[in-house]
């Protein structure tokens, strides 16, 4: 549920202005209506009428997304939260999403743990082996709100030297067919668009900051295979595993401004690819 006090600035406002500068559009504000969602002081308002200082608003927007079971014995670090979101800093081996409704091995089971009765909203998912920041979103406005509104950057290491300092991959991607995961270049398949900059050339691999200008299913890691570049430990798209036995692939940077608050976390490189590294300089 979402609350707002009027301040003395709005007072007079009529009901529906207020709530489209919160954010709310217009097809959202019909559904919460028809739900019975929307109250002033507790009791039913018009979208036409005035609200006056210290009106509290009240919001519980109708929800068909499920929300999942809860699973306590997860440990996934929290970098950020607040009445809005919840930002988590995901290890390797967990996915996102539970894989079937079987499981609940899955962030969105600590989740659940951690907010019960609060459905699942994650704005962007990383692969089960790809580490990093996972935003959450506790309510669907916010849902709305920063639905192409989060910036991130990755960083990753990859094989092979690379001619260019920094480039962009412009390569449609398609699912391949028999295949539930796996993902190829093809001109049939959808627009996608991945910006990349070499932070350090080793011998036979390279360390690389990207963002992304899309957000497809195993998109850094297809782009880069493409490349003649494949991410070190990525086995599924050509990498070599005897360095690093996952895809050396990290969300280490997210921003975003909602309501006029900028917000901006980072996580650390994990040990892994910092030992990777590391072993890389030394050659």
Known sequence: MKRYLITKEEDGMALREYLLQQGYSKTMLIKIKQAGGLTVNGTFHRNIDPVHENDLIEIDFPDKVPVLTGNGNLRIPIVYEDEDVVIFDKPDDILVHPA???????????????????????????????????????????????????EKEY????????????????????R???????????ATGQPSVTHYRVVEQYQDHAFL????????????????????????????????????????????????TLNGRAVEVSSSLPEDMQNLMKALKEE
């Open 100 to 150: 079937t409704r079987e499981f609940d091995d899955a962030l969105g089971n600590f989740f659940a743990y951690r907010y019960p009765d609060t459905p699942f909203r994650p704005l962007g998912r990383l692969d089960r082996h790809t580490t990093g920041l996972c935003l959450i979103a506790k309510n669907k406005l916010t849902a709305v709100q920063l639905a192409h509104g989060v």
């Open 155 to 174: 960083l990753a290491l990859a094989e092979g030297v690379f001619p260019e300092k920094a480039g962009v991959v412009e390569a449609p991607l398609l």
């Open 176 to 186: 391949v067919a028999g295949s539930t995961i796996m993902r190829k270049v093809d």
């Open 209 to 256: 900051r990207l963002k992304l200008e899309t957000g497809r299913t195993h998109q850094i890691r297809v782009h880069m295979a493409h490349l003649g570049h494949p991410l070190a430990g990525d086995s599924l798209y050509g990498g070599k595993t005897d360095r690093i036995s996952r895809q050396a692939l990290h969300c280490a940077r997210l921003w975003y």
